[in-house]
């Protein structure tokens, strides 16, 4: 069964390194995401990603963090100086968008620790 | 801002007997509702949707139901299973503006005890 892949399964960096999660989504699929979800809290919507630029983002979403479709088959997420707030699961996902829901599939996550 | 809640943080049901899991929300312009399921250490892996338009929907042993006028949909798993012990998650896509994001719920805890 096709998958979406992340690394690494877990970072740690400093407070102020830029960190960068990788994702590979599920090869024919079209939209691509980010989610988070703080230890204990619910997951929450980062942004979204379609036709190589941003098609929705959330207000936790702010210039601190990038994406990018560097290649054909990766996508990422950068936060440029990393906060210890910002320490959490990220997940990645993907979707077809066909008008079935069924095909958002989402990543193993990114657990990220800021020290 | 708690669009999609769930208010149960936790469950627990017998081996065989039916698991009813309880997701409410509070935004009228939810397209789909979908169930999620999450083992620790893995991402939420989809189980169910349900459209806007339907009060039903069942695959195998799990079934949502949709009451709109309550705003309030529930999964039904039955019989359950100890491999069904995880943490379920109620989400929603928003019809407006061609959304794709999903908003979740915080979950509910399931135990299935043999």
């Known amino acids: 069964e096709p998958e979406v892949t992340q690394t690494p399964s877990h970072q740690v960096t400093q407070m102020g390194q830029e960190v960068i999660l990788r994702c590979v989504p599920i090869s024919n699929h079209l939209y691509f995401y980010w989610y988070r979800q703080i230890l204990g809290q619910k997951v929450e919507f980062l942004v979204s990603f379609y036709n190589n630029e941003i098609s929705e983002k959330s207000e936790i979403f702010d210039d601190q963090f990038s994406v990018e479709r560097p290649d054909g088959s990766n996508f990422t997420l950068k936060i440029r100086s990393t906060k210890l707030e910002d320490s959490a699961m990220y997940f990645c996902a993907s979707s077809t968008w066909t008008g079935g829901v069924d095909g958002y599939t989402f990543g193993s996550g990114t657990r990220l620790t800021v020290v | ?114």
């Not at chain 2, 195998?60 to 019989?79: D, E, M, Q, W, Y």
């Not at chain 2, 109620?90 to 719920?105: D, M, N, R, W, Y």
Request: proline share 6%; with cysteine; hydrophobic share 30%.
């Open chain 2, 1 to 114: 801002d708690q669009q999609v809640k769930q208010n149960s943080p936790s469950l627990s049901v017998q081996e065989g007997r039916i698991s009813i899991l309880n997701c409410d929300y509070t935004n009228s312009m939810f397209d789909y509702f979908l169930w999620y399921k999450k083992y620790p250490a893995e991402g939420p892996t989809f189980l169910i949707s349900i459209s806007s338009i339907k009060d039903k929907n069942e695959d195998g042993r799990f079934t949502v139901f949709l009451n709109k006028s309550a705003k309030h949909l529930s999964l039904h798993i039955v019989p359950s299973q100890p491999g069904d012990s995880a943490v379920y998650f109620c989400a929603a896509i928003p019809t407006q503006g061609g959304s794709e994001k999903l908003v979740f719920g915080k979950g509910t805890k399931l135990t299935v005890n043999p």
